[in-house]
């Protein structure tokens, strides 16, 4: 049916239709681009800050759990977006900032604002072992070994007995706590509710954003371009590519760590069953869905694979079904994904 589809749109047969539609987009675009970013900024934080009082447990549960893959996917946009390299082992920086938060609070009682520095830097330690074995390798060869030191990971902290405890995992982890004003004077509380931890979150995705934006649009940010457009010519204008693919590894990695850390907090209890290969294709797919390289797209592809199976639950086993069929659309009539990155100027093979 979505071939049939596919061709019938190709063929010119649905026209009628998407004229009028592509006319209705094009005035609602020119309408919106009057708005000043920052009306469209304020209002978006806004809603965020306002979502849990105006919303449920359940919602603040996906709520949660958005806003870390979009912590996640943000990251690995800097390898795979940014730089061009397929990293299919990404979860395991995820993995390594959890269990160090995890050990910290355990073993040593460290707060969770203080390990949280902690943790990216040892994922970021982590991406440079995995990232340094594959900087001379490309396309499959490079897929095939992040996937490869990704399982690597995850089997040592599954067989670690004496620090991981292996597949049982760790019990036990300390929520955040800050100081705030409590019967009369400044105590320390807790961080609990999930809607006190919403804002834990939110405050770290907002970091995430800010700083992959301003990645982005650096000028380490042009050289991660250049390597993912053309390798040998970011050589030839002098640009150090095995330096900036290390550097693409190391700070995606920090955004995972960060992520992971709070998920350890938030559950209380991580075990290596969190962090498996699904979860790196769930995480690479939200890239993908969204626009490689964008982080308006990465943050929609997160709503997109974590918040619309929520939606469909009621339909229980054909949720899974209607969720396919919609990527499946997304690809054929939408490839660049749902919110194409925007190219810095103007290359000559597009002007022909």
């Known amino acids: 049916i979505l071939l049939a589809l596919y061709q019938i749109k190709r063929g010119g047969w649905l026209d009628f239709a998407l004229r009028p539609a592509q006319a209705l987009r094009e005035t609602a675009a020119s309408a919106t681009a009057k708005v000043p970013t920052w009306i469209w900024l304020v209002l978006v934080a806004a809603g965020a800050l306002a979502f849990p009082f105006v919303t449920e447990r359940y919602a603040h549960d996906v709520a949660i759990s958005v806003l870390v893959y979009i912590c996640l996917g943000l990251g690995l946009n800097v390898v795979v977006g940014m730089a061009g390299l397929l990293d299919l082992g990404y979860i395991a920086f995820y993995g390594v900032g959890a269990y160090t938060y995890a050990l910290l609070s355990v073993h040593y009682g460290l707060s969770f604002w203080l390990s949280l520095p902690i943790a990216g830097c040892f994922s970021a330690i982590a991406g440079c072992f995995?990232?340094?074995?594959?900087?001379?390798?490309?396309?499959?060869?490079?897929?095939?070994?992040?996937?490869?030191?990704?399982?690597?990971?995850?089997?040592?902290?599954?067989?670690?007995m004496s620090l991981t405890n292996g597949p049982n995992g760790i019990l036990g982890i300390k929520t955040p706590?800050?100081?705030?004003?409590?019967?009369?004077?400044?105590?320390?509380?807790?961080?609990t509710s999930l809607n006190q931890l919403y804002f834990v979150i939110l405050g770290l995705a907002v970091f995430t954003v800010v700083a992959v934006y301003r990645l982005n649009y650096s000028r380490i940010g042009r050289a991660f371009e250049a390597v993912r457009e053309d390798q040998t010519a970011a050589e030839l204008m002098g640009v150090n590519t095995l330096r900036i693919k290390l550097l693409a590894y190391a700070m995606g990695a920090v955004f995972g760590g960060l992520a992971g850390a709070f998920f350890a907090a938030r559950m209380r209890f991580i075990s290596p069953e969190s962090f498996t290969f699904i979860e790196s294709a769930m995480v690479l797919a939200m890239v993908v869905l969204g626009g490689m390289g964008s982080i308006p797209g990465v943050i929609l592809g997160s709503l997109a694979l974590i918040a619309l199976p929520e939606v469909f639950r009621g339909f229980e086993l054909y949720r899974m079904l209607v969720f396919g069929g919609v990527m499946a659309l997304m690809m054929l009539f939408r490839p660049r994904g749902l919110w194409p990155a925007k190219r810095l100027g103007a290359r000559s093979e597009e002007k022909e």
């Not at 004003?181 to 807790?190: A, V």
């Open 130 to 160: 995995i990232g340094y074995p594959t900087l001379r390798m490309r396309g499959d060869y490079l897929a095939i070994v992040t996937l490869g030191f990704g399982e690597i990971v995850r089997i040592v902290i599954n067989n670690w």
């Open 177 to 191: 706590g800050v100081y705030w004003w409590d019967d009369g004077g400044f105590g320390h509380i807790w961080l």
